[in-house]
């Protein structure tokens, strides 16, 4: 597709399990960012990659966040242990030039 | 301690009006601004941006107005349409030591259209 895919849309999960999500970016875009949107806030940065580099993972919560970009384009962001404050809106978001970021659709987690 | 402000939680206007939306920083090393438009259920798009090097950038309907000194921005939407009833968010970055990449986003307003 010609836009950034982000599956799934919808995760509910047990307050303790593992989540994964994913991001596909548009093609050739080298810059990579993950961003945590609770309800009423404004997307807060969580990571960013340069191809397959991590370059700044300053804006994860804890370490129960992680995230990859092994081969430079699709992207997985993992959480483990989930607790009820994780729920949110992860967006996946690429870009050729800093600055002027697409967004996927997003993947909204629900933990219960 | 938010950086990037939208006072404004709504906003309601008529069509064919002029919407005006708000945005207050506080970081003075954020020197590029940008504006993006959200509806539900889909993820932000890109609307405008301005550099700090600017006090003024227009992009048809859409106008962004940046007072440094004041350290506020403002998006103008002249005439407004239904259509452009979204959430609207403010977001800056700073280029110096390489932050460039990392958005800060205000909370967003919801901007309404009434036909």
């Known amino acids: 597709g010609a836009g950034v895919s982000q599956s799934p849309r919808y995760k509910v999960a047990k307050r303790g399990q593992d989540v994964a999500l994913r991001c596909d970016p548009i093609?050739?875009?080298?810059?990579l960012f993950w961003y945590q949107q609770a309800l009423g806030q404004g997307p807060e940065f969580l990571t960013y990659f340069q191809n397959e580099a991590q370059l700044d993972k300053s804006g994860l919560p804890s370490d129960r966040f992680f995230a990859e970009r092994p081969e430079g384009s699709v992207s997985t962001l993992k959480i483990q242990r989930t607790q009820q404050e994780d729920s949110a809106v992860y967006l996946c978001a690429s870009s050729l030039l800093a600055g002027r970021l697409f967004f996927g659709e997003g993947s909204r987690l629900t933990v219960l | 301690d938010q950086q990037v402000k939208q006072n404004s939680p709504s906003l309601s206007v008529q069509e064919g009006r002029i919407s005006i939306l708000n945005c207050d920083y506080t970081?003075?090393?954020?020197?590029?601004f940008l504006w993006y438009k959200k509806y539900p259920a889909e993820g932000p798009t890109f609307l405008i941006s301005?550099?700090?090097?600017?006090d003024k950038n227009e992009d048809g309907r859409f106008t962004v107005f940046l007072n440094k000194s004041a350290k506020h921005l403002s998006l103008h939407i002249v005439p407004s349409q239904p259509g452009d009833s979204a959430v609207y968010f403010c977001?800056?970055?700073?280029?110096?030591?390489?932050?460039?990449?990392?958005?800060?986003f205000g909370k967003g307003t919801l901007l309404t259209v009434n036909p």
């Open positions: 977001a800056a970055s700073g280029a110096s030591g390489g932050s460039n990449y990392k958005l800060t």
């Open positions: 093609s050739g875009h080298v810059s």
């Open positions: 970081n003075s090393m954020f020197d590029y």
């Open positions: 301005i550099s700090s090097i600017k």
